[in-house]
């Protein structure tokens, strides 16, 4: 599976950004799918899942309420819907995919899309 976000950019904070992943392989549908993100000087860390099927989401307690994961498995594609954007969001947001659950040790990732929210 080869992965590739896109959607970042810079955006005043209060805003929304939606981000698009979108995967390669007939196998995306039987993949759970998350977002990560890393802010410089920061680890890696964890932001939303979804199931393969899309029934289960679950998400970061910094994001919930405000992030939304969603996927269309027709198009191989997994967004996240990013609202009310604070600058503790900025960060590189990567998305990854798994045959089970996406963990940190997640069998695919993305190339990372930069995400930037001005005060």
């Known amino acids: 599976v080869q992965l590739q976000a896109s959607g970042g950019g810079l955006v005043q904070a209060g805003g929304s950004r939606r981000l698009s992943c979108a995967a390669s392989?007939?196998?995306?549908?039987?993949?759970?799918m998350g977002w990560f993100r890393q802010a410089p000087g920061k680890d890696r860390e964890f932001v939303a899942h979804?199931?393969?099927?899309?029934?289960?989401?679950y998400y970061a307690g910094s994001v919930e309420g405000r992030f939304t994961i969603s996927r269309d498995n027709a198009k191989n594609t997994v967004y996240l819907q990013m609202n009310s954007l604070k600058p503790e969001d900025t960060a590189v947001y990567y998305c990854?995919?798994?045959?089970?659950?996406?963990?940190?040790?997640?069998?695919?990732w993305g190339q990372g899309t930069q995400v930037t929210v001005s005060s």
């Open positions: 392989g007939r196998t995306f549908s039987t993949y759970a």
């Open positions: 979804i199931s393969w099927s899309g029934g289960s989401t």
């Open positions: 990854a995919a798994d045959p089970y659950i996406v963990t940190m040790h997640a069998a695919y």
